[in-house]
């Protein structure tokens, strides 16, 4: 098991949101089958690693913990023009 993994990707189910079932069903797995990652008694693949790191919104370093930051709380701006972009970060920063 890779250290430090399961309680990762157990934090990141709940503050995504999603029950274990929900979450399982998106990944293309069974509940049991992340029940089993997020208790450190199965090791996902490779392949399950890159969907759960998609699904969760932080990169594969952060799962595996080579990556301490966290980058769930991070907003995904890549759809967005630079226009856009200017007026979210004036919102952001009307709100501090």
Known sequence: ??????????????????????AAEIAGISASILSGYESGEKTPSLQ????LA???HVSVDYLLGVDKTDTHHLIDVS??????????????????
């Open 1 to 22: 098991m890779i250290q430090g993994l399961p309680e990762r990707l157990k934090v990141l189910r709940i503050q995504s949101g999603y029950s274990q079932k929900k």
């Open 79 to 96: 759809h967005l023009d630079d226009e856009q972009i200017m007026a979210l970060r004036k919102i952001i920063s009307s709100m501090k």
């Open 54 to 56: 998609n699904l969760y």
């Open 48 to 51: 399950k690693i890159l969907i």
